[in-house]
Every structure is written in structure tokens, then in C-alpha cells.
């Protein structure tokens, strides 16, 4: 194989132009004492050196693109930039898209379906940038200690919100203003010493169970013509903590004060209530004037006090009844007046001090004059021996299964 240098000398060959048929033309090489092969060689070098003058590919960025624009408008003549505006003021470029606003989503909560979770955080304030279409908060489980006047601005359709298990014990008059829609309200297990002030028209229920409220003004719920339901239990609250019209224009539904300080039925509870639940209290007795106000009552929850006695004529003004707790007291009788309960079903007196049963305690004599039968009687943890209770005692009892007795322990 013949070998050469790199290097070509122009000299080695000269070109001479011959006019052929029609205009065609030629180069005719006279080549110096070449071979054919290094000949062949040399002229693809030549070829590949003439034609191809780009560099090699580089990955380019955004900037450098438009550097290369800003060289090229450097070049072009004016009436290229005058079609160029033109083209712009036309939109006849590319379409500019309007960014979509999306929600924010405060750091470390989780936002999904207008539902913002921020509970389990370790939380000191309520935190900013929450989606104006939010419909439920969780705040619980942090450790935010008060409500500002702001913390709930532009949250206008908020339908419920939850503050369980923080430690707010102060609450700003306008906190609650922005909230126009909510109607859940769940302030259990915090330091309030008074209900928050200026709460929403249109809140339905609202559940502060375990603070420290004392004592509830008159006016608390004023304008709450919408409140269903209240759960205030496990508050240190004694009988004179209500003051008169503390409940005033209230038409709850249900009423929940139980594990607190009462010693007697409150008598200025809403007349509309359909359960009223004051179990784990200090209650002595049941005067005949304690539930005359609640004849629209079906369930009395008064378990778990230190009943004594229930003065006869009481139970007389609760014609709608149908569910009567009266378990872990100290009755020793069936209470009078169970008979003429037309709808009474349910009846809990285990673990009182009951030692005998009447046959006519809890069925009236004539026929057809209760219009339910008794789903429960519970008589369980009393000392009554069951086999001294005649049978005729529960002859308006639907099921002998509803019927319970069991062993007495003392």
C-alpha cells in the first residue's frame, strides 16, 4: 500500500475548464506521478473539507437561543422588523395561554376535594393560604393556643371546622365573622372558659364538651335560630353557671351536659329539645316542676347521678317519651308513673338499690291504653330476686328477651 502526506499541495495538480456539448463542462486533473488509490483518497479529503464546516452538536439552553434571536434582529433590515411587529400586533405567533389559578395548599397539609387536612401538625397558629373554596377544616390535634381576627379570612363557603384537642383559651369577637355558611363547629377538648362570642347565624351544631366553661351568659347563642344541636359536656358547670335567657331563642334538638356539677334538672333549657342527656352529674332529685318544660322530650338520659328519688307526677309531663335513663342511681323503687307512659319503650334501671318490682310498675291495667310495647327493661344489679317478680309484670313487653335481670352483687 502506497502511502502520502497529509498535507496537499495545491501544486501537485492544476484544473484546466473544457468547454463540452451544450454547455457542459469539466475538470480535467493532471496529476504528478499519483497512484490511483492515494488519488481516490485524497479527493474524498478534499470533498469532506470544502463541505462540511458545521462544529459539532452542543446542548443549547434557553439564553442561548435567545442570544442567537438577538443576532439574527441585528441582521435583519427594516422591512423584516416592520413585518415581524406586525405579525405580533396580528397574533399571528405562537397563542400565550392565561396561567390556571391553582389553590395553594398550607406547608405540611393535605388538600383534596376542597377538604383541608392540617390536624397532627404541632401547629402554634392557624396556618395562612388555605383555598378560599374550602368546605371542611381539621385543625385538631395541635397546639394552638388563641383564634385571630383574621385566621379565617375569605373562607366563605367553610362548612365545618375543627379545632379538637388544641389549647385555645382565647378567642377574638371577629374570628368567626368571614364564616357565613358553617354549620359544624367542634371546639371539644380545649381551654375555653366562656362560649366564643359572635358565632356564625348559620351554624347548626357546635360541640365544646371538655373546657373549662363556668358559666354561660344570657345571650351566649343569641341569634342562632339555626342551632340543632349542643354538646357541652365535661365542663366544671354548676346549676347557677346559667344565668336566665342564656338559651333564649335556641330550638335545639338535642342538649348534651352530662360530666359536669349539676345538682338538679336545669329549668330554663330550650321547650323544643327532643333528647336531653345529663348523665355523670351530681343530681339529688327529680322535683314534679324539674320537666315540665320539655314535653316534647323522647329521650332523658340521667344516668350515672345519685338519684334518690323522683317525686310523684314528674314523669307526667313527658307524654312523648320513649327512651328513659335512670341506671347507676340510688333508686330503691321503680318510679311511679311509668304506666300512663303511652310510648314509653325503653327503660334502664340497673345498678340502683331496687329490692322490689309491682306487677303494675311499668303496664297500665286497661287494655289498650299503652300504644307501644316496651322494647327494654333493664333491672340487672339491683337486689330484687327476679323470681319473686310476677309474670304478669311484663305483659306489655313486645319480647321476654327484652327483659333483663341477671345477679345481683353487693
Known sequence: MNTFSTTVDTSLYEGKRIQGNKNTSM???KLKMLPCGSLLLMLCVARLISTSSA?????????DFAMDNMDNLDSMDSGGMTTMMRDEEEGSGVEEIPPHHIPMCPFGCQCRLRVVQCSDLGLTEVPKNIPLDTKFLDLQNNRIPELKENDFKGLT???????????????????????????KLYFSKNLLTTVPQNLPASLVEIRIHENRIRKVAAGAFAGLGNMNCIEMGANPIQNSGFEPGAFKGLKLNYLRISESKLTGVPKDLPESLNELHLDHNQIQAVELEDLSRYKNLYRLGLGYNHIRNIENGSLSFLPRLRELHLDNNRLTRVPSGLPDMKYLQVVYLHSNAIDQVGVDDFCPRGFGMKRTFYNGISLFSNPVNYWEVQPATFRCVGNRLGIQFGNYKK
Open 55 to 63: 462544529l459539532p452538536f452542543e446542548q443549547r439552553g434557553f439564553w
Open 157 to 183: 363557603h367553610l362548612y365545618g371546622l375543627s379545632l379538637r384537642n388544641n389549647i385555645i383559651s382565647k378567642v377574638h369577637p371577629r374570628t368567626f365573622a368571614p364564616l357565613k355558611h358553617m354549620q
Open 27 to 29: 475538470m480535467v486533473c
